[in-house]
């Protein structure tokens, strides 16, 4: 028995030197930067005092200027003028404001038949309206009024300055001072010289401490009465020259003196302090030593190790973190009590509770440390012990409850709004019927019940009926559309769930007519591609068959047979030249084509592509206006896909061109973006379906007459989508507009 008390005594002499020492290195860095000053007189709140009694001097006594001399030292610049004239914005400005707040009194007045009220409050209103255009006439209508201004905010000033003359006094009994003004040479001081003595002996000679001090005339102005910053030239005697001198404290003062006695608590703690931190780190380093090498302290942690590890992770990490934050508390409110040595005697039994209490909770902390870090040897080992906390547990079971709930929602709420509804409806209609009883408990309990019948069952009721009237319709409507039947539209009645889906039943209706006419288009489209390839492909393929039969014969001429393999080679490269494009277009439409893009200038692109058709632009007789920024449009593209477009459109241009009529090719950057406009009209009429010019071998020419494959535009969109850009046809008539909008460099 005596042997574990002993282990116990041990215990607690350990932990509670290990809490002295950690409070003690704690307060070292807390105060030891305050603290190693030679004095108080060096720290910053002497130095927060000493300025602002600086301040209050200055203001009281080395600046003392009166309110007259401050209003007659007065100046109004041209820069105070214009800050009045424009302070609430421009003359416009200024009267829209002052008619606003007039108008509807006035207004108000005459609808009131109160003429000389309205007229009075015209009067003011043009009063106002006159001096403020005057104030923007004449420099000399403001000036009296900035004048009046700055008189007002003296006045201020000086109450202000009054109200602080006490906390001056309270400075004044312990501060010695002598200042020279550097611009006059006048002295001020409240010391005690004698016309031998130099101030500079007298305060080595009396002064318990005194420094150096220098300020600005106007400093009292920004240190100690800030916003009176624009009244400097008023308030200060001279602008010129600066105060330069000493400030001290006797050696005579009294020792119930502030600042003596600050001084004197400043000089204790120190002590304090240094001792306080000696004695700490001396013992932290036995309490350290002790605890390794004790036995005693080993076998009780390993003692309470298994009863501890019974608690779930996060309970043990809940108790850590109380224990620690109780054990920081309670290790600073040790600290209060040792450093402030004047105290110590007052408070020696709360002090022996509280290192009692922190060197309990330092001991806990340490040990709890040690068994959680201890769960964390490795992963696998944390995952485990993590799966086994209540906060894993809890957070598995809210997983389930929220995913369950979301879908029992969703499930309850999946096309049964109605129903839904039709259950809240009947609950009510239920609740009604249960309600008849209390006709049994009062004659006129069973009054209010058949006046809420009659006022909500009954309503209720019909509403229920018109409710389940509506629905039958849109199931009706409903199959009548899914056998094929458009029929006419459901009425939309309110904002209901039923008007919704009766809405949404509408548009579905409106889709499956909209996707019908671009079926029967696409059949058309489809038929006319047919037609059309069918048409363009058999045409000159007659014409080669046909020829070569008559060469075959033998009996034509030598000229004959020229003209012959002159229409064969040329329609064979017709020929040759719609399965190319054809080829292309396959190729685009499936992916199936690489673009190699490098940075070129778009405008010298277009350029070259004109250049390429120069000699058939000037043997036709149109007349082409190109625009272009004059500076390069640079672009990340395949400039070889890029001409076949600008030279496709070219191309188109010149074919369906109506004679004599003007081209229009422009370029320009907009928005980070290259914007290249085709116009020209077109010698062809042109419908209103501008997008079926994109369908492969539509021709604007339906005769198709003319010699293009009906592909050009086809192959132009699509090497404009490879190039993730727009290519857009509108058509207003006769005038038919192509514009191409690429991304490029910024």
């Known amino acids: 028995m005596d042997t574990r008390w002993k ?122 309206i006159d001096d403020i255009t005057k104030n923007f006439e004449s420099d000399e209508h403001v000036r009296p009024k900035v004048v009046k201004e700055k008189e007002e905010k003296l006045e201020d000033f000086f109450k202000e300055k009054e109200r602080m003359r006490d906390q001056y006094r309270f400075y004044e009994k312990s501060f010695t001072y002598y200042f020279e003004d550097t611009a006059t040479g006048d002295i001020y001081t409240n010391l005690n010289l004698s016309k031998d003595e130099s101030p500079e002996e007298v305060l080595n000679k009396e002064m318990l401490y005194f420094t150096d001090y220098s300020m600005d005339k106007n400093y009292f102005i920004h240190f100690i009465m800030g916003g009176y910053e624009d009244l400097d030239q008023t308030l200060a005697e001279s602008e010129s020259g600066y105060y330069e001198g000493h400030i ?41 030593i002790a605890g390794r090498r004790s036995k005693a302290l080993s076998a009780e942690i390993k003692r309470w190790e298994p009863l501890f590890n019974k608690l779930t992770i996060d309970l043990r990490i809940i108790l850590f973190g109380f224990t620690a934050m109780a054990g920081i508390l309670s290790l600073f409110l040790l600290n209060d009590f040792l450093i402030d040595s004047s105290q110590i005697s007052y408070h020696v039994l709360e002090m022996i509770i509280v290192l009692i209490g922190a060197s309990v909770l330092c001991g806990l902390t340490i040990v709890q440390l040690k068994y ?41 709420f999946l096309n ?46 019909l509403a229920l009926i018109k409710r389940i009237g509506y629905f039958n319709r849109i199931v009706e409507t409903t199959n009548e559309l899914a056998s094929g039947h458009m029929g006419q539209d459901l009425p939309i009645t309110g904002k209901s769930v039923l008007a919704v889906l ?7 209706k ?38 070569t039969e008559l060469l075959k014969s033998g009996e034509v001429s030598e000229e004959d047979r020229s003209a012959y393999l002159e229409i064969i080679d040329r329609k064979s490269k017709r020929l040759k030249l719609l399965i190319d494009d054809l080829f292309e277009v396959s190729k685009m439409a499936s992916g199936n084509i690489e673009l190699r893009k490098e940075r070129v200038d778009l405008v010298q692109l277009l350029q070259q592509a004109l250049a390429e058709h120069d000699n058939a632009i000037t043997e036709s007789n149109l007349h082409f206006r190109v625009t272009n920024p004059g500076v390069p449009i640079i672009a990340h593209v395949d400039g070889q896909k890029l001409w076949r477009v600008f030279d496709n459109l070219i ?21 980070g973006r290259a914007v290249i406009t085709f116009k020209n009209v077109s010698k062809y009429e042109l419908d209103d379906q501008s997008e079926e010019l994109f369908e492969r071998f539509k021709r604007g020419d339906k005769s198709r007459h003319t010699d293009g494959s009906g592909l050009g535009l086809a192959i132009a969109k699509s090497i404009v989508d490879l190039h993730e850009g727009n290519l857009d046809i509108d058509t207003d008539g006769d005038l038919f507009k192509v514009t191409i909008s690429l991304n490029i460099e910024q």
Do not use: C
């Not at 006319?528 to 014409?543: Q, Y």
């Open 7 to 128: 282990n116990k005594f041990v215990i607690a002499i350990i932990t509670i030197l290990f809490a002295f020492g950690v409070s003690g290195i704690l307060s070292l860095l807390i105060n030891g930067e305050e603290y190693t000053n030679p004095s108080y007189f060096h720290t910053a709140e002497f130095r927060s005092h000493l300025d602002h009694y600086a301040g209050y001097l200055e203001m009281f006594e080395l600046n003392n200027v009166t309110l007259e001399e401050a209003k007659e030292a007065i100046e109004v610049t041209k820069e105070d003028i214009n800050e009045h004239r424009y302070r609430y914005g421009t003359l416009p400005e200024q009267i829209d404001n002052i008619k606003s707040q007039y108008e509807y009194r006035i207004q108000e007045a005459k609808d009131a038949e109160n003429n000389e009220f309205a007229q009075t409050l015209t009067d003011q209103m043009n009063k106002r």
């Open 248 to 288: 001290g404290l006797a050696k005579n003062l009294p020792a119930t003196n502030k600042f003596i006695e600050e001084n004197n608590h400043f000089k204790q703690k120190r002590i304090v302090l240094f001792v306080y931190a000696g004695s700490a780190v001396v013992a932290l380093i036995i309490a350290l």
């Open 372 to 412: 959680i870090a201890g769960e964390f040897k490795n992963w696998e080992n944390t995952k485990a012990v993590w799966k086994k906390s209540w906060t894993y547990k809890l957070w598995i079971l809210f997983k389930n409850v929220a995913k369950n709930t979301v879908k029992s929602i969703k499930e309850a």
């Open 416 to 461: 049964r709004t109605t129903g839904t509804q039709l259950v809240i409806v009947l609950g009510l209609i239920f609740g009604l019927g249960m309600g008849s009883v209390i006709m049994l408990f009062h004659p006129l309990f069973a009054l209010l019940y058949l006046f809420t019948l009659a006022f909500a069952g009954i309503p209720l009721v």
């Open 502 to 508: 009766a809405g949404n039943i509408n548009i579905l």
């Open 510 to 547: 409106q889709g499956v007519k909209t996707s019908l006419s671009e079926q029967a288009k696409s059949e058309r489209l489809k038929t006319e591609l047919i037609t059309n390839v069918s048409h363009d492909l058999r045409t000159p393929l007659t014409s080669i068959i046909t020829y």
């Open 651 to 671: 191309g188109n241009i010149l074919k369906y061109s109506l004679e004599n009529s003007r081209v229009y090719i422009a370029i320009a950057a907009v928005k």
